[in-house]
C-alpha cells in the first residue's frame, strides 16, 4: 500500500537543519515543484546514518518524502553533486540566499523560477568570484519571480528605458524619468544601467554599485529596516568587492 502523500525524486535543496528528537534533524527544504517545507529526516543523527552526509547546504538533492500536514517525514535523499562545496565568503554568500530566500517565500507555495533562481546562485558562488554580481542577481531575480519588482525595460509613463536618461526608483514601482525632481525614499539610477542589470550584465562597477542600491531600496520597502540576521552577516555582505 502507498503511503499518504508520498512524493518521490523531487529536485531540492537544504535551506536550514536543526536538532530534532534524539536522533532525528528538522530540516527546511526547498523544491522545485511543491515549494518550501519542513521535513523530519528520522536517525540522521546517528553516527552510522546513510543521511548524515547527505543533508549539507548548497548541495542539489533528490529527495522522496510522504504526509501531507506542515511537518512531513523524508523517506530518501540522494546528491546529485556537480558543485562544489561554499566556504569563506561565498558561505556567507549562501546564508543569506538561504535567510532571503526563508524570508520572502511563503511555505508550501510552489514557484519553480523562484528555485531556478536559487540553483544558478548557489552555482554561481561555487565557481568563487564575482559574488557581488551573483547576489545581485539574485536578489533582482527572486524578487521578480515572486512578483515583488517590475520589470527595468519601461518608465512609470510606459515609455522604454533610455540609456542616456536618469531614472528615480522606488518601492516596487516602476522607474520614473528624472525631471530635476528630488525623491527623498528613492535611487536614482542611469538607464544604461537599468537596462544592464535587466540584462544580466554586471560587468562594470557603476551597474553593480547601482544594482546594490536598488536592490536594497526593494528589500526595505518589503522586508523593513530590520536586519536579516545579524549586524555581522550584513557587514560582511556589504564589504563584497563591487
Known amino acids: 500500500m502507498s503511503q499518504q502523500g508520498r512524493v518521490d525524486r523531487q529536485a531540492a535543496f537544504i535551506l536550514h537543519a536543526q536538532p530534532y528528537r534524539e536522533t532525528s534533524l528538522l530540516v527546511e527544504a526547498l523544491t522545485r515543484d511543491h515549494g518550501r517545507f519542513s521535513l523530519v529526516a528520522r536517525g540522521a543523527r ?9 543533508l549539507l547546504p548548497f548541495q542539489p538533492l533528490t529527495l522522496s518524502w510522504f504526509g501531507k500536514g506542515e511537518l512531513r517525514t523524508l523517506h530518501t535523499a540522494d546528491w546529485n553533486g556537480g558543485v562544489r562545496p561554499l566556504s569563506g565568503l561565498p558561505l556567507v ?10 524570508k520572502l517565500t511563503a511555505r508550501d507555495d510552489p514557484e519553480p523560477r523562484a528555485f531556478s533562481v536559487y540553483d544558478d546562485a548557489v552555482r554561481g558562488l561555487s565557481r568563487l568570484g564575482a559574488q557581488g554580481a551573483v547576489l545581485r542577481r539574485y536578489e533582482l531575480r527572486l524578487m521578480q519571480a515572486l ?37 527623498a525614499d528613492g535611487a536614482r539610477l542611469t538607464g544604461a544601467c537599468l537596462l544592464a542589470i535587466e540584462a544580466d550584465d554586471y560587468a562594470l562597477p557603476a551597474t553593480r554599485q547601482q544594482a546594490r542600491a536598488l536592490t536594497r531600496l526593494w528589500l526595505t520597502h518589503l522586508l523593513g529596516r530590520e536586519p536579516l540576521a545579524s549586524r555581522e552577516l550584513l557587514q560582511a555582505i556589504q564589504a563584497i568587492a563591487e
Open 46 to 54: 546517528r553516527p552510522r546514518a546513510d543521511l548524515r552526509g547527505v
Open 93 to 102: 554568500c549562501g546564508f543569506y540566499l538561504n535567510e532571503l530566500m526563508m
Open 147 to 183: 512578483g515583488y519588482a517590475p520589470s527595468l525595460l519601461r518608465d512609470s509613463q510606459g515609455e522604454a528605458i533610455h540609456p542616456e536618461r536618469g531614472y528615480w526608483c522606488r518601492g516596487a514601482s516602476l522607474p520614473e524619468p528624472d525631471e530635476g525632481q528630488i525623491v
